[in-house]
């Protein structure tokens, strides 16, 4: 599926590098102070910088027999009762109110969009304090009728993030929270980057077993105009309020990329010379 396809460049690489050495530092900073140690990261950037895609290949890489997965899409409608029922679902009863991922395994959890729960009248994101209640007191609170009130210990769980640049409409989230995690950056892919990405899917779908060499050498041509049109358009029809629409991220140019593959990927379809 051309939409699940991870081609790793020099920047998902950097921060691919980053987030596991973030993800190995001790959990404890100080045994003095209880000081707990940075283990979380959160990826910050526009439209298309490949946020989720950086993080699914670093999460691609996991042994299952150690470590599992839990992703959690947040929106605007996502409460907080729905954020504590996705973790509690995912975990084992250890002790009487100790409770830890199955079968002696660790979780790391990625919060998409973490910017995305509504701000309420005094400015609070309700759902994203239940969050931090989680990463700072390592529980939540039983909503059981017996056992109302009590902490619910939740182990060995881990945190990535992914959200938007705050500002033009989008939320920021509470300094509270954003101090659990450890920031990068994610700048849009050079053009270099998507040359070579774009580049490796073309060259692995023009074979030479089904295309003459005249198509295959058509693959730089595509992948050069196909950049130039794109970043033309984007430069050209900038947003305005009346088109708000007009963005124009890496994503547009994945579409047109996506066309070109599903028809050289076609078996039925042949290519006529005389047509080029």
Not at 41 to 56: E, F, P, W
Not at 110 to 120: A, E, G, R, T, W
Not at 201 to 225: C, G, H, Q, R
Request: glycine fraction near 4%.
């Amino acid at each position: 599926m051309f939409s699940q396809l991870l081609i790793p460049t020099a920047d998902s690489t950097r921060a691919d590098y980053i987030i596991n050495k973030i993800s190995s530092l001790n959990p404890i900073r100080s045994q003095i102070r209880k000081e707990p140690g940075q283990q979380n990261t959160l990826l910050v950037g526009s439209s298309g910088t490949a946020k989720t895609s950086v993080i699914m290949m670093y999460t691609g890489k996991f042994d299952n027999e150690k470590m599992l997965i839990k992703r959690i899409n947040f929106s605007s409608a996502t409460l907080p009762i729905d954020f504590q029922q996705s973790i509690e679902a995912e975990v084992d009863k250890k002790q009487s109110k100790v409770y830890a991922p199955p079968h002696g395994k660790k979780m790391t959890v990625f919060l998409d969009d973490m910017s995305m729960p509504f701000v309420n009248l005094w400015n609070d994101q309700i759902t994203l304090e239940i969050t931090r209640q989680l990463i700072e007191q390592k529980g939540f609170y039983f909503l059981d009728k017996d056992s109302r009130g009590q902490l619910k210990s939740i182990n060995d769980l881990q945190f990535l993030g992914a959200m938007m640049h705050p500002g033009n409409g989008r939320n920021d989230i509470p300094s509270r929270l954003k101090r659990h995690f450890f920031s990068i950056n994610m700048t849009p892919p050079s053009t270099r980057s998507i040359e070579n990405i774009y580049g490796r899917i073309l060259e692995v779908l023009f074979n030479p077993k089904k295309y003459s060499n005249e198509v295959i050498n058509m693959k730089t041509y595509l992948v050069d105009a196909t950049i130039s049109i794109w970043d033309a358009v984007k430069k050209r029809l900038l947003p305005t309020p009346q088109k708000f629409h007009y963005v124009f991220t890496i994503r547009e140019l994945a579409r047109v990329f996506q066309g070109i593959c599903t028809v050289a990927a076609k078996p039925e379809y042949k290519v006529i010379k005389d047509s080029l």
